[in-house]
Nanobody, 124 residues
């Protein structure tokens, strides 16, 4: 069983930065992929970024490329999402997700483990 706890959400002005962190516990193998998803009011949950624990390979959604980065600290068992140049359309509940796979999936159905989510609000 894997437990995920997000932190770092809050209010940020447009153009500002925010760092979200996902604390991972219960993981016993390096063959996990970690993902960040978000869900804005009235919209479906969408993929934001993903990282492979074993290879360090990352994938970013086109909407956040050049602004967001994802990183993993194996020693601390955390996965961070750094949000730069935030836009009002980044406002959403952000979720950390995990599953055992050898690739980085953009589909939420491929992730079995989810955190409770953290709210990010970007003011204009």
């Amino acid at each position: 069983q894997v437990q995920l706890v997000e932190s770092g959400g809050g209010l940020v002005q447009a153009g500002g930065s925010l760092n979200l962190s996902c604390a991972v516990s219960g993981r016993t193998a390096n063959s996990y992929t970690m993902g960040w998803f978000r869900q804005a009011p009235g919209k479906e949950r969408e993929f934001v970024a993903g990282i492979s624990w074993s290879s360090g390979r990352t994938v970013l959604a086109d909407s956040v490329k050049g602004r967001f980065t994802i990183s993993a600290d194996i020693a601390k068992n955390t996965v961070d999402l750094r949000m730069n140049s935030a836009k009002p359309e980044d406002t959403a509940v952000y979720y950390c997700a995990a599953d055992r796979m050898d690739w980085i999936s953009k589909y939420e159905n491929n992730y079995a483990y989810w955190g409770q989510g953290t709210q990010v609000t970007v003011s204009s």
